[in-house]
């Protein structure tokens, strides 16, 4: 199944958001990409979203994000592409592919996500070459 790194941000209630961010490191919810014509109940496919990192400040979380059934369009995974998360009809966050997810043998790009020393632009850089090759 595809994966992908994405950067989720999380509306406020203020915004119409959830109170906080889920509690938990794995999320699933209906998503919705740019684009892409809304079935009759809305958003049409579920991702899962885990969590990978996020700033104790900030209501973005840095996530592997990867549909829940097989079927789905991959190419919706793409480079870039925006996705909007719900609950029931409710605009919970917001999110955008940044990239593939790294190897289990890439042991650098692993560590320094353990340590959450890569930023966006970093992960940014990474994810349009990866796609560039396929």
């Known amino acids: 199944m595809t994966t992908r790194l ?58 592997e994000v990867r549909f829940l059934v097989e079927e789905a369009p991959r190419e919706c995974l793409r480079f870039g592409a925006c996705f909007e998360l719900y609950e029931g009809k409710k605009l919970v966050a917001r999110g955008t592919i940044l990239g593939f997810v790294p190897e289990i043998g890439d042991e650098k790009i692993c560590r320094q996500l353990a340590r959450n020393r890569i930023g966006a632009v970093d992960y940014l850089a990474v994810g349009e070459e990866a796609d560039r090759k396929g």
């Open 6 to 63: 994405a950067r989720i941000t999380w509306l406020t209630p203020e915004e119409g958001g959830r109170h906080a961010p889920p509690s938990g490191p794995r999320y699933s919810a209906p998503a919705r990409f740019e684009g892409q014509t809304a079935g009759p109940e809305g958003a049409n496919w579920s991702l899962i979203v885990d969590l990978v990192s996020h700033p104790p400040e900030s209501g973005d979380w840095i996530a």
